[in-house]
């Protein structure tokens, strides 16, 4: 990675404008990754536009962090000396940008994602980083870019949140490192939790109650699972932006092996954020269908009912539990 990262790096210092970009349905290692490399770009004279390929709608819980009035509609987004994907593992995972790819001669993919499909010019990929910001905090560091408090947020915020607060099998004596650099540098710990995990609408938690009261457990697989219908939006007010964090309040089980939450989308279909404890690969279980992730986070959109969804995960949890182990 270390050459991908130089490499990089002297595209970015020849450029004159660069645009940003993001997977649709943005995360906060997403956004936090977006807001840092355009604050840092502006600050070395760059022209920047960030953005993702979709409608702009900014989570809740993320509508704080600094520089985040700055993201604009991809559709002023329409050539650049450089294009930079962050924590896209392929390029249909950037929405309607992935058209616009064509337009740029150089795409710098950033990601930690292990099933990224390598689909830049420049590849800076790190499958052991347990978040796309660290890869961009050790860019910045590279370029000797003065992070100040505002960018150590948005990449402290980043980090936080992919690694589940530090809590996933992602998270890495690195990641730690990294973490207490950024507070040093400027980020507040407790300002981020309270911001990210303690800003939620009573209409959000109207459907956080309506989530857990309709969860089921199936107890041969160990999947705990619930869903989020569209008539739930309208009758709480709530939006599925909402609802990123209530995975984790499933995963507190102590009886759960894997977890999941359909959420309808307008089309009919289900988008299913998938988590796992260690034992099942949900990585793999989402590229099955088409999706994609890590082994302990991953997601997956399917073209079924609700019932026949949890089928064909519970299909895919067996056959991982009946395979034979290696040695």
């Not at 990675?1 to 349905?25: D, F």
């Not at 593992?89 to 930690?112: C, P, S, V």
Request: net charge negative.
């Amino acid at each position: 990675m270390n050459r991908a990262l130089e490499e990089a790096a002297k595209k970015l210092q020849e450029a004159a404008s660069v645009v940003i970009t993001i997977h649709t349905q943005p995360d906060g290692d997403a956004l936090g990754g977006l807001l840092a490399m355009s604050r840092y770009l502006r600050k070395a004279g760059k022209k920047t536009c960030p953005t993702w390929g979709e409608e702009i709608r900014i989570p809740t819980h993320y509508r704080w962090l600094p520089g985040i009035d700055e993201i604009v509609d991809f559709s002023h987004c329409n050539g650049a000396d450089v294009l930079i994907t962050l924590d896209c593992a392929n390029e249909h995972r950037l929405g309607l940008m992935e058209d616009r790819m064509i337009k740029f001669k150089t795409i710098i993919n950033i990601d930690h994602h292990v099933d990224n499909s390598g689909f830049g010019t420049i590849n800076v990929l790190d499958f052991n980083a347990g978040a796309t910001c660290e890869i961009v905090y050790k860019l910045l560091k590279l370029m000797q870019a003065d992070i100040d408090s505002d960018m150590a947020t948005q990449l402290y915020t980043g980090i936080v949140t992919d690694t589940g607060r530090f809590q996933y099998q992602n998270t890495t004596s690195e990641t730690l490192r990294i973490a207490a650099d950024l507070v040093d540098l400027g980020a507040v710990p407790n300002l981020v939790f309270e911001k990210v995990y303690e800003n939620v609408s009573f209409a959000s938690l109207q459907l956080l109650a309506l989530v857990l009261e309709r969860a089921e457990f199936v107890k041969n697989t160990g999947l705990f699972y619930s869903y989020i219908l569209d008539s739930d939006l309208k009758e709480t007010g709530a939006s599925m932006a909402d609802s990123e964090v209530f995975i984790d309040y499933l995963r507190a089980a102590k009886e759960a092996n894997v977890v999941a939450i359909f959420k309808e989308t307008l089309e009919g279909k289900l988008r299913i954020s998938l988590r796992s404890k260690g034992t099942i690969d949900v990585g793999t279980i989402a590229r099955m269908g088409g999706g994609g992730g890590h082994r302990n986070a991953a997601g997956v959109t399917l073209d079924k009912t609700i019932d026949e969804a949890v089928d064909w995960i519970n299909n895919r949890i067996s056959t991982q539990k009946t395979a034979p182990t290696a040695g």
